[in-house]
């Protein structure tokens, strides 16, 4: 089955930009997707990328995709105090058609 | 257009006791699937339904754990006995199809005293 691996923690400073990280195992995830939770709330989706796309750019995110490494990173460009959340990383485990989260890395914007 | 909604938000019970958890999917969406998210820890699959049909239901603790979903629209999700362990919290989602982009509720958080 899939196996998806975040970092647990991340602190930024407002205004500079974050960087989020996620392994996966599956190769043949279709989407990988990034989704957003905050404090005592459910898992608001972010953003998604296809398998065949190496960058998709959304405002203030952009997602990269490395297929070759199975590695998948958000990036939060001028990062907000409203930003800080846990973000999960989530793939397609192919053979069963569910979804795969990470443990979530909880990023934490100092002032 | 109205979200994943849930009830209730929070639930405080003592052990032994049954509780259930109730799910409205978004309108039009086919599938629906109920997750348990343990403190600090990401979503896991607990059941998924296409329409009122449970298509996967492996990692749903069957001895104490019921769920369904009978019209295919809303569905309850049931424990009896609950156990301390079981504090947590659970989390609904729908789609429209098996494949397409999950959306979630704002999950139920379960406290077993």
């Known amino acids: 089955g899939e196996d998806v691996e975040q970092s647990l923690f991340l602190s930024v400073r407002e205004g500079d930009s974050s960087v989020i990280n996620c392994t996966y195992t599956?190769?043949?995830?279709?989407?990988l997707y990034w989704y957003k939770q905050e404090p005592g709330a459910g898992l608001q989706l972010l953003t998604y990328?296809?398998?065949?796309?190496d960058m998709k750019q959304d405002q203030r995110l952009t997602v990269l995709l490395n297929k070759k490494d199975k590695h998948l990173s958000l990036r939060i460009a001028d990062t907000q105090t409203g930003d800080s959340a846990i973000y999960f990383c989530a793939a397609p485990n192919g053979s069963a058609r569910q979804l795969t989260f990470g443990s979530g890395t909880q990023l934490t914007v100092l002032p | 257009e109205a979200g994943v909604v849930q009830s209730p938000r929070y639930k405080i019970i003592e052990k032994k006791q049954p509780v259930a958890f109730w799910c409205n999917p978004i309108?039009?969406?086919?599938?629906l699937y109920w997750y348990l998210q343990n403190l600090g820890q990401g979503p896991e699959l607990l059941i998924r339904y296409e329409n009122e049909e449970a298509v996967d239901d492996s990692q749903l603790p069957k001895d104490r754990f019921s769920a369904e979903r009978l019209k295919g629209v809303d569905s309850t999700l049931k424990i009896q006995p609950a156990e301390l362990g079981d504090s947590a919290v659970y989390l609904c989602a729908s789609s429209l199809g098996t494949e397409e982009t999950q959306y979630f509720g704002p999950g139920t958080r379960l406290l077993v005293l």
């Open positions: 990328i296809f398998s065949n796309m």
């Open positions: 309108s039009g969406h086919n599938t």
């Open positions: 599956d190769s043949s995830s279709t989407y």
